[in-house]
């Protein structure tokens, strides 16, 4: 039972101590249906104000209520159900904790380099451009993802129309 509490409590820990790299890797869930059709001024725009409206009072309300999780599971000595399990659970859910405010911090990072692409002079407008990587049409990753995604639906596509064409073929009595 120790052992399986520990793999939950690690990849619930791994999970959590992720969403900013994620974030920072362009790695996560975007819909960029509406996004991709911008320019990327106008991208960058729709993310600081993402950024600023949703992520930080979001990220700030997650951390506020993980804080009170964390010390109320402390004030109680709250360990794992189980007879066998590990004590000290407020340790793993402290976890929450670390991993929205590391998050937080590679929103904030991010929103750094936005304010200078946006705001800064020429060659820093550079530097934070090519550090940036909300700009998904142009990260290589993305890019490499999306050529193999077409190039999927084409074979996809092919296999249906050779399909079509044996059944076709096999209707018309072996193509005579």
Request: proline share 3%.
């Amino acid at each position: 039972t120790i052992i399986q509490d520990l793999e939950w409590h690690f990849h619930g820990a791994l999970l959590l101590l992720t969403f900013g790299f994620g974030y920072l890797m362009n790695a996560h869930v975007r819909v960029d249906i509406f996004r991709d059709a911008l320019s990327r001024k106008a991208q960058a725009w729709f993310e600081l104000f993402a950024l600023v409206v949703m992520a930080i009072p979001f990220l700030g309300f997650m951390i506020y209520y993980s804080w009170i999780f964390v010390a109320i599971s402390y004030e109680q000595g709250e360990g794992s159900e189980s007879m066998t399990g590990i004590p000290w659970r407020y340790v793993i859910k402290a976890f929450m904790l670390i991993g929205f405010t590391v998050a937080l911090m590679a929103v904030l990072a991010t929103l750094a380099r936005l304010v200078v692409y946006l705001f800064g002079p020429p060659d820093e407008k550079e530097a934070a451009h090519r550090d940036l990587v909300v700009f998904a049409h142009e990260d290589p990753a993305s890019r490499a993802l999306e050529e193999a995604h077409a190039a999927t639906e084409r074979a996809v596509h092919d296999a249906r129309l050779a399909r079509r064409e044996v059944t076709r073929n096999d209707r018309n009595g072996g193509g005579r």
